[in-house]
Nanobody, 122 residues
């Protein structure tokens, strides 16, 4: 089971840092992705980070503003979100791919958290 934290209400231009932790397995073995879903919209892959070499991928919508990182000593994956926009408003989920593929396609991820709400509004 994955657990996300760090969501909340922030003004446009502000920042938030989301955290993803696991209660039953070490995250450093898996590819970890962050996904988001806004009401009435499809689930969107945001970034992922691999377990092997720590390579990352970012969707164009967040490139240059969001940063995904791992802290293996804390068994936690972070999503630093800067310059937030109202369009970033969504429920954010972290997910783990046990096959350690590098993909932003949500269907490849087996383990999911419950999500954390991010609202960007003035």
């Amino acid at each position: 089971q994955l657990v996300e934290s760090g969501g909340g209400l922030v003004q446009p231009g502000g920042s938030l840092r989301l955290s993803c932790a696991a209660s039953q397995f070490p995250l450093d073995y898996f590819t970890i992705g962050w996904f988001r879903q806004a009401p009435g919209k499809e689930r969107e892959g945001v970034p992922y980070i691999t377990s092997s070499d720590g390579s990352t991928y970012y969707a164009d919508s967040v490139k240059g503003r969001f940063t995904i990182s791992r802290d293996n000593s804390k068994d936690t994956v972070y999503l630093q979100m800067n310059s937030l926009k109202p369009d970033d408003t969504a429920v954010y989920y972290c997910a783990a791919d046990p096959l350690r593929r590098g993909s932003i396609w949500w269907a490849l991820y087996e383990y999911w958290g419950q999500g954390t709400q991010v609202t960007v509004s003035s």
